[in-house]
């Protein structure tokens, strides 16, 4: 008998040990993850030390011309967590054109500043919609596209996501330029010219001199011309080829007759983020989300999208988002965003301006806070274009109000009516202010509570 209650002490013994050796080289494994993601970081511009562990690498430029900038960031490289989305910023000069082109990678348009046409083909048809500011919309991976500001005096600025999930490398997206010439080059190019003539039904001279006159690169200017697109009179066609119709060729447009007489295709127009009734709003903010029950041209994306806006000094209350990463980008104000690793300690505490874009990890918790002296407002993409159902750890619809009991108490080692007391201080949820409204010896009481309650000890 002595015999097998030693064994089973002696196997209870090993089983604790081998849990305790298991825990010990988790937090050792996911520390060393974090030093290898921090010396990446460090080997690619400086990393953690002057950005914040989760803030995304400063954009890259990846065109520039005198008509506008296409930027591109982006997530430090780590060979163990490919990115699966980056964040592009495309600014544009009055009348100017994004050269027709398809990417490998769904983009979600959002417009900063400004007003801007996209078109795109959809269904095999051309879709032209006009966006403003506050309008989002979707160009599937592999559409075709251009987009052209608008305006003859105003800059325009959008922000977009580049889902790399389809991309054909792990490092950026692949354009393919469909409209282009010497710069940039048209993928039509790479074709033999006898063989593209004869495909267009044109002499290899004049399909030549409209290929090689491009060379302004992938932003230009419309040179004066209407931004609107001139009709074609069908009518009086004798069979040539005119240089409106083979760009409407190359565009997949089709004859407007067969087309319905003009009547628009039937693709879903932009959802404005600002003209649309908040998803939670009180006297410290407000925010929008939405997903692919609200708009859904994000269903195929699988991108969420979501605006928030902060009054000074207040807080987006410490959250986890159960269903997807977050990517985001301060439009202005400013702030500090922290972010807490699973084991409790602080993985980011990073102090945040416009321009600033950032990246939350799922599950991980994390708040923002705007500065004391100005509004904060934030725009970003999610992971998964469902409903998130952000879980808040604080505040009155928190996760520690809902299972406010014996349990939790047990858990924290303290007693249920001081909990009570603690979880229920708050009243506000979701945002919330950053200085309570308490007398001085009210907060010294409520500052000693929570220290207690760190600690874990009773009344």
């Not at 990446?40 to 690498?57: D, M, N, S, T």
């Not at 500043?113 to 160009?139: A, C, P, Q």
């Not at 052209?148 to 354009?175: A, E, F, K, P, Y």
């Not at 419309?222 to 069979?239: A, C, F, H, L, V």
Request: aromatic share 8%; hydrophobic share 40%.
């Amino acid at each position: 008998m002595e015999v097998a209650v030693g064994a089973r002490m002696a196997a209870s013994i090993l089983t604790l040990l081998f849990l305790a050796s298991w825990c010990l080289m988790s937090a050792s494994g996911f520390r060393q993850r974090g030093m290898e993601r921090e010396e990446e970081e460090e080997a690619h511009g400086g990393g953690r030390r002057l950005r914040g562990r989760f803030l995304l690498a400063r954009a890259t430029t990846v065109a520039r011309t005198d008509a506008g900038e296409i930027r591109v960031a982006s997530r430090y490289p780590s060979k163990s967590e490919p990115c699966p989305m980056h964040i592009g910023f495309i600014q544009m000069e009055p009348n100017s054109l994004v050269v027709p082109q398809y990417i490998d990678a769904n983009l979600v348009l959002f417009v900063h500043t400004g007003e801007v046409k996209v078109g795109w083909i959809h269904k095999d048809e051309l879709v032209e919609r006009k966006m403003r500011r506050g309008d989002v919309n979707v160009i599937p991976a592999g559409s075709t596209f251009y987009i052209v500001n608008t305006h003859r005096g105003d800059r325009s600025q959008m922000i977009c996501s580049i889902d790399t999930t389809q991309s054909m490398g792990v490092s950026l997206h692949q354009s393919f330029f469909v409209g282009g010439g010497m710069n940039p080059t048209s993928v039509l190019a790479g074709f033999d010219s006898n063989t593209l003539a004869a495909a267009f039904n044109v002499t290899a001279e004049e399909l030549e001199r409209m290929m090689r006159s491009q060379s302004g690169g992938a932003i230009v200017y419309m040179r004066g011309e209407s931004t609107e697109r001139p009709d074609i009179d069908d009518d009086n066609d004798d069979g040539a080829w005119t240089k409106q119709k083979l760009v409407d060729y190359l565009l997949g447009k089709v004859d407007r007759k067969k087309a319905g007489n003009g009547e628009h295709v039937g693709a879903l127009h932009s959802y404005n983020l600002y003209d649309n009734e908040p998803s939670y709003r009180n006297s410290f903010g407000w925010t929008t989300a939405i997903d692919e029950d609200d708009y859904s041209p994000l269903r195929s994306t699988g991108v969420g999208v979501y605006v928030v806006n902060l009054t000074a000094g207040s807080m987006l209350a410490p959250h986890m988002n159960p269903m997807a990463t977050e990517y985001g980008v301060v439009l202005r104000g400013s702030g500090t965003i922290q972010v807490v690793f699973p084991n409790g300690s602080n993985a980011m505490n990073a102090e945040v301006s416009e321009g600033d874009a950032f990246w939350i990890p799922q599950y991980f918790p994390f708040c923002q806070i705007a500065s004391s002296g100005a509004p904060m407002e934030f725009f970003g993409f999610t992971t998964s274009s469902r409903r998130n159902h952000p879980q808040f750890l604080v505040g009155a619809s928190s996760v520690l109000r809902s299972m406010r009991g014996p349990e939790l108490a047990a858990a924290f080692r303290v007693s249920e009516e001081r909990l009570e007391r603690l979880v229920k201080a708050q009243r506000e949820s979701v945002i919330l202010p950053v200085r309570h409204h308490q007398l001085p010896e009210e907060e010294d009481e409520a500052e000693e509570e929570l220290s207690k309650l760190k600690r874990g000890v009773f009344a």
